[in-house]
């Protein structure tokens, strides 16, 4: 499938999906949104793919947030439409693939592009990223998830002191916060965040998909995360996977997953 607004190419297990509007600080507008969502769905679905990685094109953004000249000019009625669109689209539906997905964050991830980095599995920032949700200074909040997922990887407190001040931080900081797992240079980003899913791809692809589905489990309203992980062991133990898993540690040879 060809898209105008994003680039993605699978190698070895892994699909990178890029963000490609350089001009625009990879902005997300209405149809980038609209691609993403087709190429994160055409990758979940693709058994050839172990692992996700998003990323934006250029030395500058990640993504620099919701493209602002789309929705200057909204009602109420449009701008809750804009951010429940957004949020089934990309950013729940990210959160809640079953293939891993890493953020690879390589410049400003601000707004839509910090809250698009948060629905991702983890992160990964190049030493010049910088991360924030300036949403206020514009006069609305973060629409996108930020003001649920920043105080659960960060902390209420730092959350609420990052979106009222409207500020951003540096990967240093953003790593002593737990926003980001690790940090790289700008050129070592990629291989990086590729060195990191080959490791998880050795590992059951079927089982992969059980646990993310389990700790996500216990950010939902309603939803007893602990019984959900009760429910998801259960079912490994009637996987391909398992008895493959179980079998290669106990004959002492590497395990080779059919991912069923
Ligand atoms: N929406 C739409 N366009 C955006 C954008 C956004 N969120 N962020 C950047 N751009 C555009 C700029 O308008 C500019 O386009 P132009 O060249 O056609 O005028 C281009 O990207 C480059 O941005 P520019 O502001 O010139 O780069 P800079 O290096 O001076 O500043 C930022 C970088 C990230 C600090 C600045 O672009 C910015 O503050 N962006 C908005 C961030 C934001 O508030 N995001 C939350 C949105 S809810």
Redo the contacts with the bound molecule.
């Keep these: 499938m060809s898209y105008n607004n994003i680039l993605s190419q699978h190698e070895n297990g892994i699909t990178t999906i890029t963000i490609n509007r350089p ?3 990879n ?1 997300l507008n209405k149809a980038t949104i609209g691609e993403l969502h087709e190429a994160f769905k055409a990758a979940d679905s693709d058994k050839r793919v172990k692992v996700i990685i998003i990323t934006g094109s250029g030395e ?2 990640f993504v ?6 789309e929705f200057a000019d909204f009602s109420i009625e449009n701008g809750g439409k804009l951010a429940a669109k957004g949020q089934e689209l990309l950013f729940d539906f990210v959160e809640n693939l079953s293939t891993p997905v890493i953020a690879a964050v390589n410049g ?1 991830a ?4 910090l809250e698009l980095a948060m629905a991702c599995h983890f992160r990964v920032a190049s030493n010049n990223a910088k991360m924030g949700l ?2 206020v ?2 006069g ?1 909040i973060p629409g996108y998830g930020g003001t649920q997922r920043l105080p659960q990887l960060v902390g209420k407190g730092r959350a609420m002191e990052l979106i009222m001040t409207a500020g951003m931080i540096d990967a240093n900081q953003a790593l002593s916060y737990g926003l980001v797992n690790h940090i790289t240079t700008t050129e070592e980003l990629l291989p990086f965040c590729n060195g990191i899913a080959s490791k998880i791809m050795r590992n059951s692809s079927v089982a992969i998909a059980a646990a993310i589905k389990a700790v996500n489990a216990g950010f939902k309203d309603g939803v007893d995360g602990y019984k959900a992980e009760i429910t998801a062991f259960g079912d490994s133990f009637g996987t391909e996977d398992f008895k493959e898993g179980t079998s290669a540690f106990l004959e002492k040879r590497k395990a080779d997953f059919p991912g069923k």
């Excluded at 601000?110 to 592009?113: E, I, K, T």
């Design positions: 001009n625009k600080l902005a500058k953004a620099a947030g919701a493209d602002i000249s400003f601000l707004g839509g592009g300036p949403e200074s514009l609305v």
